[in-house]
């Protein structure tokens, strides 16, 4: 990877770290789990806050050098977003290290069958879960970002599956189905997206959306086209890695079909930027965006100002990700699209205020979706600029959309 030395890309980067063996993963990886686990018991224990809080500086440096010391890349800067992904899973563990914390209350189970030892009364009368049941219930914590089955994922509204089976074995073979159904699809749009700039979109150098010999009814919908398939990109990607994991953690763990609602909630029929984003868009990072950003915010400014945080913070993670990559950025641009739909989900309140009702309906759905592009556009040229779509999304020995291509011209 190559950046500038004043590129937050320098401050992250792992070109220089070594390659991930047993070694290292026993001693950056684990120790940093470890650690992690630890305050995911702490924080469904009452009275554990001070080591809770003793134990996120060690949480916070753990998770830096485990960063800091393994590349995954090779040196290829076609696959420096490997190191980004785990560059951001990183700042997750970091973020939910920081919200766990400065928890008020014990963390538990609202559904106590999901629990070990239920018959014994896993819950004191203060509402904090005993030793044994947090030591179980962590490793759930530790991965169940949306809070399936928690109390601190109040307000989330978890979709319901079009398709409901409580049999693990039809749910295993229905999720396996969708998994190779959203791998296919998000190589298709992957592909479908270099198409428009073949050389460019597929060099890590990177290249913009826009084409200036085009007369600008045609390029704006060559952006609006390329944002579409980048969005339906995005939404296979997350789709197929929430299968594949629902598939292990309930063939090998046993866990519970109703624990894995689907992800999003049709975000295509969003008729305002407050449904889009409170309900139908991913809740993955809702509950330490809510923490981290929203309650400060809402301190310091009142509700909207909490709005304006939460959308303020979201940014700067989305920035993070992208400049990590080591290939520039425009910061400005990439946290102002957050920002403004921040903004946007403000003026809908305002004119909930003034008209006495919400923004809905077909002119809803046309305003939401304006206001994504108007911003989102930029946003996704600088996104192209830094050579996202030069990235190898699947391995270069395979990509399932050609091989299907390949398969119907050779034998249909």
């Known amino acids: ?14 070109s220089q770290g070594a390659s991930l063996t047993i070694g290292s993963f026993l001693t950056y990886i684990l120790p940093a789990f470890a650690c992690q686990y630890l305050m995911g018991v702490l924080v469904q224990l009452r009275g554990t806050i001070i080591y809770r809080v003793a134990l996120f500086p060690i949480m916070l440096w753990l998770a830096w050098q485990a960063n800091a010391s393994i590349d995954f890349s090779g040196g290829d800067p076609t696959l420096a977003h490997l190191n980004t992904a785990f560059l951001m899973s990183a700042v997750l563990v970091a973020m939910h290290a920081c919200t766990w914390a400065t ?22 009368n203060a509402g904090s879960s005993s030793i044994s049941t947090a030591l179980w219930n962590a490793w759930d914590l530790l991965l169940n970002v949306r809070g399936v089955g928690w109390n601190w994922s109040q307000g989330i509204t978890f979709p ?20 190779a159904v959203y791998a296919l699809a998000s190589d298709a749009t992957f592909q479908a997206i270099r198409m428009f700039s073949p050389e460019e979109f597929s060099s890590s150098a990177g290249g913009s959306i826009y084409d ?19 969005i339906c990109m995005i939404n296979f990607g997350l789709q197929w890695a929430y299968q594949l994991q629902a598939i292990l953690f309930v063939a090998l763990l046993q866990q519970r079909p109703s624990q894995w609602p689907p992800l999003f909630d049709s975000p295509w029929l969003s008729t305002s930027l407050s449904d889009l984003w409170a309900r139908r868009w991913h809740q993955m990072i809702r509950h ?35 400049r990590s990559v080591g290939r520039g950025g425009n910061s400005l641009v990439l946290t102002g699209f957050f920002v403004m739909n921040g903004v ?34 930029p946003m996704l040229d600088a996104w192209a600029k830094a050579g996202r779509f030069g990235d190898q999304g699947f391995s270069r020995m395979f990509q399932p959309s050609v091989v299907l291509v390949s398969f119907v011209r050779r034998y249909i």
């Open 160 to 179: 319901q599956p079009a398709f409901n089976t409580h049999s693990r074995t039809a749910f295993v073979l229905l999720s396996a189905v969708r998994f």
């Open 288 to 322: 330490i965006l809510l923490a981290l950003g929203g309650r400060p915010f809402g301190y310091l400014f009142g509700r909207l100002g909490s709005v304006i945080g939460v959308f303020l913070l979201s940014g700067i993670f989305h920035d993070i990700e992208l």
């Open 212 to 230: 200036p010999s085009l007369p600008p009814i045609l390029q704006l919908l060559r952006c609006l086209t390329i944002s579409a398939l980048t």
């Open 344 to 377: 946007g989900v403000v003026l809908e309140r305002v004119w909930k205020r003034v008209c006495g009702r919400r923004v809905g309906g077909i002119w809803g759905w046309i305003w939401t979706f304006s206001w994504l592009a108007l911003w989102g556009i």
């Open 1 to 14: 990877m190559t950046s500038q030395p004043s590129d937050i890309g320098s401050v992250f980067s792992t």
């Open 103 to 124: 928890a008020q209350e014990p963390y538990r189970r609202t559904d106590e069958r999901l629990s070990s030892q239920p018959s014994q009364g896993h819950q004191d």
